[in-house]
């Protein structure tokens, strides 16, 4: 009998080849997307969970609010996690990071820059999981001058892993020994390092045992069973027994410190949320973000429910054509449970035919997939237990849900009805299929304005007067390497053709964040009084290099010599400040916080707020001091073959330093880095939102097509009466229309409200504008209409003859 049914199926699966092909299609399409935005959101929550101890690894965060500035930390005093350990038995063990940025590495005669370099504990793998490959694990960076490799880095400088024992010249420190080689940090970690440098004896007396600063990512691992929420309780009274006598030193009491609207609040962050839920100051790495995954859940969500209700919606409204099959049926002595029988399996038939061409779909999108959301997922059904099953029981729920209508509705009626045709309704019979079509284009049309907003903000990021110029800047990284032949490099570059200014720092408006220091009004150095700043050492070429605008005073000029105590400072210092004549005032900057070793400085210009953080974040203070730095030289240039440029610059560079590696990169392109994960996930985006859409036409096109078939009696009488062809495609037309607009009129509040939530991340932002939501409603009805228009008119020049022919 099964058998039977199976023929059956098929039969009708290849007579009605063109529903057959949408349903299918449409179905596959929705479930390959969901599957591909499964596995993202999967990689996405498994970030470090190959920890064995991840449940009980913790991150100390700092919120600070002091000299007029909040601070949103990932890092605490260098002291805190000895302190916890030593004061709460819950506290197992700790690890510090102390991060230091790109550095050098000599291969044989070679100096080969590396990135990915952290200085850390003794009890890193105490704490982290991090399985050692050759070396001891509980001693490896317990001397000075030790460091621990991944085992790329170790094929890479010695094409072996058996490397303990051996040395390499890291920096300008000299030898460190190898004592270990780790495996390769996992993909999936909110950190990746290739070299571990011991913490014993490196750092600078202003670190030790520092209490004000806070510069050092601290991990901490409680026992089993321990609370982590008691011990976060505790941690703000914790932090002011330690920090009293540093406001001791500065005349100030922790009640008086408060009572000026200053606060220093600390609280652990679970290790396996550090990636999706924290975007702090002082990140090891950039992180992702939960609203993305949230966003994204919902897409696939929204975009399956479109296919089902696609699926769903043509089953019903074909059957209603097999009424006379089900009449002769009964008439022939089937039973109803047999009809239920065959009209549920061919609805479940076709769903487990799209869920195999689904995983077919996915697995040939996935590289591109990859490539767009900068993951390296593989297709694996068998990712999570409960994936395939849920598959599997998706399928069967979509086809007996589908199929109930034909099976159990139609099955019920006398043969002798059937028979005579009273079951055949039209397009307007069915308020369920009319409500199906809203739904599908209210979530199309809420996609649409999600994406057009998603477009405009990233567009208005990329284009947005942001106080300096970064088009046309060239860096050279590590020019330190040069020495004293830095100002050499820089002057030899200035004469080439194309080349028109040229400033030296340490200091670039896209190099992430750095810590801030206090600045005073006055010799006291009260800190009550205190302004919390940035403080970039420059020369007197960063302003005009850069397209900085002076708007009060001058610029630094090596013709004064009174300007190495000079400062610049930009429009929210002075705001802070209270200056409303700033020029000539006098600042303090305390050399050693909270030791009042000062340094006076004098006012010499204000320079327009420029962002030097991302836009999610409002300009915060900043001072210029007159103290360039070699660390790396920008460029600007002005030359329409910059590929010869860069070579030209490249051999002056390699004159002065033949051992030392030329790295480069342009400003324009470092900025929009910052925001690569926000582009990434405005792709993604637009790459479902015109899916989704297709999807639900898909589904408009196969009910215009099942319309017209089931008017085709009633268009041809129309035309026999005199009905233009104008006539029938309004005709047809009118009622999906309708409900594409009532789809955009229920849309637009939810989408706007959707949006600007989302919009409230960032402190520089667009408005939603009213054509935005006019354009998303239009393109709906738009794209409606197309599809609408090609079926309508295809049954407007139809000859009435044929349809009108068996009357």
């Not at 028109?500 to 896209?510: D, F, K």
């Not at 915060?620 to 920008?634: E, G, I, K, R």
């Not at 582009?679 to 939102?689: D, L, P």
């Not at 008017?711 to 026999?720: C, D, F, N, T």
Request: one cysteine or more; a positive charge.
């Amino acid at each position: 009998m099964f058998k039977n049914y199976l023929k059956i199926a098929f039969r009708n699966l290849w007579k009605n080849k063109g529903f057959s092909a949408i349903n299918i299609f449409g179905l596959a399409s929705g479930l390959a997307i969901c599957l591909l935005i499964l596995f993202y959101v999967n990689n996405e929550l498994g970030y470090d969970q190959y920890n064995i101890k991840a449940d009980r690894i913790y991150r100390i965060d700092g919120d600070l609010q002091f000299g007029g500035n909040h601070f949103v930390l990932a890092q605490v005093p260098d002291p805190m996690g000895a302190a916890l350990k030593q004061d709460f038995p819950q506290v197992e063990q700790y690890v510090r990071f102390r991060g230091h940025g790109g550095i050098m590495v000599k291969k044989g005669n070679q100096n080969i820059e590396e990135d990915k370099v952290i200085y850390t504990d003794s009890t890193l793998f105490s704490v982290f999981t991090l399985p050692m490959i050759q070396g001891d694990a509980s001693t490896a960076l317990t001397q000075p001058n030790s460091v621990v490799i991944s085992e790329s880095t170790a094929q890479k400088y010695f094409n072996s892993t058996d490397v303990v024992g051996k040395s390499l010249t890291i920096g300008d420190t000299g030898n460190y020994k190898i004592t270990g080689v780790i495996k390769d940090v996992p993909k999936q970690s909110h950190f990746h390092y290739d070299f571990f440098i011991s913490m014993y004896g490196q750092l600078s007396p202003y670190e030790i045992n520092q209490w004000t600063s806070n510069n050092f990512n601290t991990y901490i691992v409680l026992r089993k069973g321990a609370d982590p929420k008691a011990l976060s309780s505790q941690l703000n009274a914790f932090v002011m027994r330690y920090v009293t006598p540093a406001f001791k030193s500065m005349n100030l009491t922790p009640e008086e410190f408060e009572k000026q609207g200053n606060y220093l609040h600390y609280s652990l962050m679970p290790l396996e949320k550090i990636h999706l839920h924290s975007n702090r100051s002082g990140e090891l790495e950039a992180n992702g973000n939960i609203q993305y995954v949230y966003i994204f859940s919902l897409i696939a969500f929204f975009i399956l429910l479109i296919a089902c209700v696609n699926f769903m919606n043509l089953s019903t409204a074909r059957s209603a054509n097999r009424a006379k099959e089900v009449g002769v049926r009964k008439v022939l002595g089937s039973m109803r449970k047999n009809l239920v029988t065959q009209f549920l399996s061919e609805s479940i038939l076709i769903s487990f035919i799209s869920l195999i061409l689904a995983v077919i779909i996915a697995a040939l999108l996935l590289p591109y997939f990859n490539q767009l959301s900068g993951k390296d997922m593989t297709l694996n059904l068998f990712l999570k237990p409960w994936l395939l099953p849920a598959a599997v029981l998706l399928m069967i729920v979509v086809g007996l849900i589908a199929g109930s209508y034909p099976a159990f509705y139609l099955s019920s009626f006398k043969p002798v009805q059937v028979l005579k045709g009273k079951l055949a309704k039209g397009f307007k019979s069915s308020w369920l299929r009319s409500g199906l079509v809203v739904f599908q284009f209210c979530i199309s049309i809420i996609l649409v304005i999600g994406t057009l907003v998603i477009y405009r903000q990233l567009n208005y990021i990329r284009n947005k007067d942001i106080g300096f110029n970064r088009s046309h800047v060239l860096i050279i990284k590590n020019t330190d390497a040069l020495g004293k032949q830095a100002k050499v490099f820089e002057d030899e570059v200035k004469k080439l053709n194309g080349v028109e200014n040229a400033t030296m720092t340490g200091y670039l408006p896209t190099a992430g964040w750095r810590s801030d220091s206090p600045l005073f009004p006055d010799a006291t150095a009260d800190i009550k009084s205190a302004v919390s700043t940035q403080i970039w050492r420059v020369d007197e070429n960063y302003i005009p290099t850069l397209g900085m605008k002076i708007i009060e005073g001058r610029n630094f000029s090596p013709h004064f010599l009174t300007d190495s105590s000079g400062i610049i400072i930009n429009q929210a210092a002075a705001k802070l400040l209270g200056f409303r004549d700033p020029l000539n005032k006098p600042l303090y900057y305390m050399n050693d916080f909270p030791k009042k070793d000062l340094t006076k400085y004098h006012i010499i210009g204000v320079v327009k707020d420029f962002n030097f953080n991302t836009l999610r974040e409002e300009v915060t203070p900043l001072c210029f001091l007159y103290q360039p730095q070699n660390s790396s030289v920008a460029f600007r240039i002005h030359t329409a073959n910059i590929p010869n440029l860069v070579s030209m610059i490249q051999d002056k560079f390699k004159t002065l330093a033949p051992e030392q590696p030329f790295s480069y990169s342009f400003m324009d392109d470092d900025f929009n880095n910052i925001y690569s994960n926000e582009q990434r996930m405005g792709g993604i985006s637009i790459t479902f939102s015109v899916l989704a859409i297709l999807i639900a036409c898909l589904g408009l096109l196969g009910l215009i097509t099942f319309a017209a078939e089931q008017r085709a009696k009633e268009i041809g009488v129309r035309k026999v009466l005199g009905a233009n062809a104008g006539d029938i495609v309004s005709m047809l037309s009118k009622d999906f229309l309708k409900l594409v607009l009532i789809a955009s009129f229920i849309a637009i509040p939810l989408a706007w409200l959707a949006m600007n939530r989302w919009l409230q991340e960032f402190a520089y932002r667009i408005n939603i504008s009213w054509w935005i939501l006019v354009v998303a409603a239009l393109l709906a009805v738009l794209i409606a209409l197309a599809t609408i228009f090609y079926q309508a008119i295809k049954a407007a020049i139809a000859n009435p003859v044929e349809s009108l022919r068996s009357e």
